[in-house]
Nanobody, 123 residues
Framework: QVLLVESGGGLVQPGGSLNASCEAS????????LGWIRQAPGREPEFVIA????????YFADSVKGRFTISKNNAKKTVYLQMNDLRPEDTAIYHC????????????????WGQGIQVTVSS
């Protein structure tokens, strides 16, 4: 069983930056892919970005291309999300999640979601 714990996020004005991290515990990571799924009030979950633990390959939604990046620290079993040029439509709860099966860009392909962190972009 894997436990994912997020930290970071917060409130920022449009155009600003925030970062977040997700620490995994419970077992080692090797063939796993960890990602971020966000959900805004009244909306369906939306895939944001993900990274393969073994290869470092990344996957991202078109909506965050060029603005969000993801990285990892193998020793700390931690994934980092850097969010730049934030927009009001980025406002959501961001969940760290582990890929299970299916398309990398489909929220339903992820299991073991963390509790989530709030990201609010507002002037």
């Amino acid at each position: 069983q894997v436990l994912l714990v997020e930290s970071g996020g917060g409130l920022v004005q449009p155009g600003g930056s925030l970062n977040a991290s997700c620490e995994a515990s419970g077992r080692s990571l090797r063939w796993d892919t960890l990602g971020w799924i966000r959900q805004a009030p009244g909306r369906e979950p939306e895939f944001v970005i993900a990274i393969s633990w073994i290869s470092g390959d990344t996957y991202f939604a078109d909506s965050v291309k060029g603005r969000f990046t993801i990285s990892k620290n193998n020793a700390k079993k931690t994934v980092y999300l850097q969010m730049n040029d934030l927009r009001p439509e980025d406002t959501a709860i961001y969940h760290c999640a582990m890929y299970d099966i299916g398309y990398y860009t489909a929220p339903s392909s992820y299991k073991h979601w963390g509790q989530g962190i709030q990201v609010t972009v507002s002037s």
